[in-house]
């Protein structure tokens, strides 16, 4: 996939991909992501009926669990859902019977970083947490890293998004919104990888997105072609003024 594709240094100035973001919005940011394998050991575990001779070690994934979530949440109450850091719990496993406590869990967190946020700070804080948890709780816990993506966000004043802003405004007639969306995409490691100015853009509604009722009407398929024509006249126009 896109990771692939720039493990060699390609020449590009710039980088569009056509995913539907509504004629009259343009995507310029995607949140990052951590997506971390967090294991639980409580050393034993005892017969069901007395649970009081082991931890569990479901329910200490638990704590761990809601521990993470409260230390990366904190202090956004003043921010936009789509600027927030968020921790989700997407995976657990744990247990070997229906009449024994569980010895060991396997849980799975997805956390979406925000551009004013990166990877390496929220590793930090989660390396911290999980260390003081586990010696307050008195059990074994290990993290590891799944997938590392740093948040994107394209400069608003580059040739790019001022060509697609003008592109529109000329077929639509109207100042397009720029947006930051709360997903992960190809546009935060090309633009990461390759420091260079990536859009989203293309007909079709964004939230119907990977759903039954995902479609792109003719029209505005046909629309969407002519803003392209007349972004790539402004891309043209503004790149080589830059270069001047």
């Known amino acids: ?27 310029i940011a995607y949140k990052g992501r951590l997506a971390i394998n967090l294991r639980i050991n409580v050393g034993d575990s005892a017969h069901a009926s007395a649970p009081w001779l ?17 230390v990366l949440e904190s202090g956004q109450e003043d921010k936009k859902r789509g600027m927030m850091l968020t921790a989700t719990l997407t995976e657990i496993d744990g247990g070997a019977s229906h009449n024994i406590t569980p010895k060991e ?12 946020m990166n990877c390496k700070g929220v590793e930090e804080k989660i390396a911290k947490s999980v260390a003081e948890v586990a010696k307050k709780r008195g ?52 633009g990461n990888r390759l420091n260079i100015p990536v859009v989203t853009y293309g007909p079709g509604d964004p939230h119907a997105s990977h759903t039954i009722n995902e479609s ?20 043209k126009r503004l790149h080589d003024r830059k270069k001047k």
């Open 1 to 27: 996939g896109i990771k692939n594709l720039v493990k060699d240094k390609l020449d590009l100035d710039y980088a569009v991909f056509g995913e539907p973001s509504g004629l009259k919005q343009v995507t």
């Open 105 to 116: 869990c396997m849980s799975t967190m997805d956390i979406r970083i925000p551009v004013d």
């Open 216 to 235: 792109v009407s003719i029209d505005e398929y046909l629309q969407g072609i002519e803003v392209l024509k007349r972004t790539l006249h402004h891309l």
């Open 139 to 190: 059990v074994e816990a290990f993290y590891s890293i799944l997938d590392e993506t740093e948040p994107f966000e394209a400069p608003h004043n580059s040739p790019l998004v001022r060509a697609f802003t003008l592109g529109v405004l000329d077929i639509e007639h109207v100042r397009p919104t720029l947006i930051r969306k709360t997903g992960t995409g190809d546009m935060n490691v090309i």
């Open 54 to 70: 082991s931890k569990n070690a479901i329910e200490e994934s638990v704590i761990f669990i809601t521990e993470l979530k409260k």
